[in-house]
């Protein structure tokens, strides 16, 4: 299939035009860089052993730059990473997070409409389960109370699309519902590249690793998990990008509406992750208990076993790969792209 892949050259979207193109699909990058480095696209070029991986500068709020690409291209279907992602920042920027991810989406989902590409695959997050009311937690869960805009507009464009497939049901629509994806390409060359100082937990680890941050703040040690720090189901990037190869079957099939928890089953509390990234990096991380970080769970992972049955996809990698690549990355690129 040709894929159009808005956010390709971020974190998940890079490692994703990999195991695309591996599995013979072709794809297009729509991507305004806001938030990554075409170097990161050069580096995937290289890695799959094209010349380059066909790659447009633009916003999605653009309408014009989307016509103008779907009149010049024809896609079988998009898979849309393109939106802004830290949590803290949508708090601080609630009408950015709101304009930029739920425009886009607007766009995007019209003009692909008005150009008769009716498949997408969308990156939404477990953040829409809010305080899980089940663990693990399955696909029917409901969806609980999201803490922060951006998880907000991640729940709202589920609805949006949901109403949209059923209002027209020719849209083939897939919800990859990630948990917590880390590590990078085992080859070193790409991975995850956070401006400033980073918000979530491996690229924290691994800044303290090689010396860029003295110290990792433990968020909590009196949350009700064996050992009192925060449970997540952490998931490889390649095994996540992998999810939306297997996604697409979802789309071939015309299955309508589909929803995925992507995650691998397995919890792991933030002092496992630390111990599991000392034990096989053979590194020091020095950390220190600090208090709970606002609007944080104690336990969250999820049963992937739908995505098992009906996408015959499963994570390959564990908690050692995740560790080993991240640092893999991390050490070969200090300073990122
Ligand atoms: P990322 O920031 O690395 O990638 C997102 C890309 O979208 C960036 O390259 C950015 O420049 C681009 N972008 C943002 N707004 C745009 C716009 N208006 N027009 C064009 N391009 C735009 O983030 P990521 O970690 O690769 O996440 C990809 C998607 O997965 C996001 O939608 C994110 O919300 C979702 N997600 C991420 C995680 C995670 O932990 N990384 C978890 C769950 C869901
Ligand atoms: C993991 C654990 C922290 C940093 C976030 C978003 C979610 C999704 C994935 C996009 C928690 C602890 C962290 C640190 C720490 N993103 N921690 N010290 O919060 O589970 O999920 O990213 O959709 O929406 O909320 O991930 O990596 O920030 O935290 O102790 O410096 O590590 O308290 O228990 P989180 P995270």
Same mark, same amino acid.
């Given at each position: 299939?040709?894929?159009?892949?808005?956010?390709?050259?971020?974190?998940?979207?890079?490692?994703?035009?990999?195991?695309?193109?591996?599995?013979?699909?072709?794809a297009?990058?729509?991507d305004n860089?806001?938030?990554?480095?075409?170097?990161?696209?050069?580096?995937?070029?290289?890695?799959?052993?094209?010349?380059?991986?066909?790659?447009?500068?633009?916003?999605?709020?653009?309408?014009?730059a989307?016509?103008?690409?779907f009149?010049?291209?024809?896609?079988?279907?998009?898979?849309?990473?393109a939106?802004?992602?830290?949590?803290?920042e949508?708090v601080?920027?609630?009408?950015?997070?709101?304009?930029?991810n739920?425009?886009?989406t607007?766009?995007?989902?019209?003009?692909?409409?008005?150009?008769?590409?009716?498949?997408?695959?969308?990156?939404?997050?477990?953040?829409?389960?809010?305080?899980p009311?089940?663990?693990?937690i399955?696909e029917?869960?409901?969806?609980?109370?999201?803490?922060?805009?951006?998880?907000?507009?991640?729940?709202?464009?589920?609805?949006v699309m949901?109403d949209l497939?059923?209002?027209?049901?020719?849209?083939?629509?897939?919800?990859?519902?990630?948990?917590?994806?880390i590590?990078?390409?085992p080859?070193?060359r @790409?991975?995850? /590249?956070?401006n400033? #100082? =980073?918000?979530?937990l !491996? *690229?924290?680890?691994?800044?303290?690793?090689?010396?860029?941050?003295?110290?990792?703040?433990?968020f909590?040690?009196?949350?009700?998990?064996?050992?009192?720090?925060?449970?997540r189901?952490?998931?490889?990037?390649v095994?996540?990008?992998?999810?939306?190869?297997?996604?697409l079957?979802?789309?071939?099939?015309?299955?309508?509406?589909?929803?995925?928890n992507?995650?691998?089953?397995?919890?792991?509390?933030v002092?496992e992750?630390?111990n599991?990234? @000392?034990?096989? /990096?053979?590194?020091? #991380? =020095?950390?220190?208990? !600090? *208090?709970?970080?606002?609007g944080?769970?104690?336990?969250?992972?999820c049963?992937?076993?739908?995505?098992?049955?009906e996408?015959?996809?499963?994570a390959?990698?564990?908690?050692?790969?995740?560790?080993?690549?991240?640092?893999?990355?991390?050490?070969?690129?200090?300073?990122?792209?």
């Open positions: 299939m040709n894929i159009l892949v808005t956010g390709g050259a971020g974190f998940i979207g890079s490692h994703t035009l990999i195991e695309l193109y591996k599995a013979g699909h072709t297009l990058v729509v860089l806001y938030n990554s480095n075409p170097e990161a696209l050069r580096r995937v070029a290289e890695i799959i052993g094209v010349p380059e991986i066909p790659f447009i500068k633009a916003d999605i709020r653009d309408r014009e989307l016509e103008d690409i009149s010049a291209h024809r896609f079988d279907a998009c898979i849309h990473f939106g802004l992602k830290a949590v803290g949508s601080a920027k609630p009408l950015e997070y709101y304009e930029n739920m425009n886009g607007f766009v995007l989902l019209d003009v692909m409409r008005h150009h008769g590409c009716k498949n997408i695959i969308f990156s939404s997050s477990a953040t829409v389960y809010g305080d009311a089940i663990i693990p399955t029917e869960c409901p969806k609980g109370q999201c803490t922060n805009p951006y998880g907000q507009t991640k729940s709202m464009l589920e609805q949901i497939q059923k209002a027209d049901p020719e849209w083939n629509l897939v919800l990859l519902r990630y948990f917590n994806p590590g990078a390409h080859s070193g @790409i991975g995850e /590249n956070p400033g #100082i =980073p918000n979530n !491996m *690229p924290y680890i691994t800044q303290v690793a090689v010396g860029k941050r003295e110290r990792l703040g433990v909590g040690n009196d949350y009700p998990t064996p050992d009192g720090t925060g449970v189901d952490y998931i490889h990037v095994d996540l990008a992998s999810a939306h190869v297997a996604a079957k979802a789309i071939e099939r015309k299955q309508g509406l589909a929803i995925y992507i995650g691998t089953g397995h919890g792991y509390s002092l992750v630390v599991a990234f @000392i034990r096989v /990096n053979k590194v020091d #991380i =020095p950390y220190q208990i !600090m *208090p709970r970080r606002a944080d769970i104690a336990i969250c992972y049963n992937p076993e739908k995505a098992v049955k996408l015959g996809w499963k390959q990698f564990g908690i050692d790969e995740m560790c080993r690549d991240a640092w893999n990355w991390q050490k070969n690129n200090p300073n990122g792209y």
